[in-house]
């Protein structure tokens, strides 16, 4: 199946410090990318989709300022914690999905786990 | 309301035995799928098996089987022979094509395998 890369697979910061993740889409195009957060032990919280070229759209709740969202190619989309806090903590996943149909063309990137000091 | 839910937290289940985890789920879409993820404690996400909504049998992927009952909207994940490898998460999740393929999911239930 196709790959999803996200970099870095963890990081530790301190509080408010921002942290770019990255999630790469490395043999096809991904017209549309989802980012998630899992805190332990729960299940996935989809927090925003991303379609290339276009303003990403948050779930409720989710702070649009906090998170900045940008899918400037169809390879790439990144997620930034803006000045982060201990809260910020947890796992974040990101999953991309290419042009087609088809259900296969949705995957999953590795995640990227997030410890903010 | 889109809703999926998962009401085994955890499992415990001998080796070579089957196992079936359950899930249902609330739509008022008309055209859906349903999915299931196995989350082993690295984290990523392993896709398992798919189910369309308008597929009339029920998915076999390996030792995974789908039973897929849309009247009951339920979409069981049957895994045959367990495995010590199958101990991990697993999530039933459903697309929404009408809303941006976006994934709603259940909460999970925590299979563990016994020797």
């Known amino acids: 199946g196709a790959v999803v890369s996200q970099h870095p697979s963890w990081v530790i910061c301190k509080s408010g410090t921002s942290v770019k993740i990255e999630c790469r889409s490395l043999d096809f195009q991904a017209t549309t990318m989802f980012w998630y957060r899992q805190f332990p032990k729960q299940s996935l919280m989809l927090m925003a989709t991303s379609n290339e070229g276009s303003k990403a759209t948050y779930e409720q709740g989710v702070e649009k300022d906090k998170f900045l969202i940008n899918h400037a190619s169809l390879t790439l989309s990144t997620l930034t914690v803006t000045s982060a806090h201990p809260e910020d903590s947890s796992f974040y996943i990101c999953s991309a999905r290419g042009g087609g149909s088809s259900y296969n063309e949705q995957f999953f990137g590795p995640g990227t786990r997030l410890t903010v000091l | 309301a889109q809703k999926i839910t998962q009401t085994q937290p955890g499992m415990f289940v001998q080796e070579k035995e089957a196992v079936t985890l359950d899930c249902t789920y609330d739509t008022s879409d008309q055209s859906y799928g349903l999915f299931w993820y196995k989350q082993p404690s690295s984290g990523e996400m392993i896709f398992l098996i798919y189910?369309?909504?308008?597929d009339e049998q029920n998915a076999t992927e390996g030792r995974y089987s789908l039973n897929f009952q849309k009247a009951r909207k339920s979409a069981n994940l049957v895994i045959s022979a367990s495995q010590l490898g199958d101990s991990a998460m697993y999530f039933c999740?459903?697309?929404?094509?009408?809303?941006?393929?976006?994934?709603?999911w259940g909460a999970g239930t925590k299979l563990i395998i016994k020797p």
């Open positions: 189910q369309g909504s308008y």
């Open positions: 999740a459903m697309e929404r094509r009408e809303s941006n393929y976006q994934l709603i």
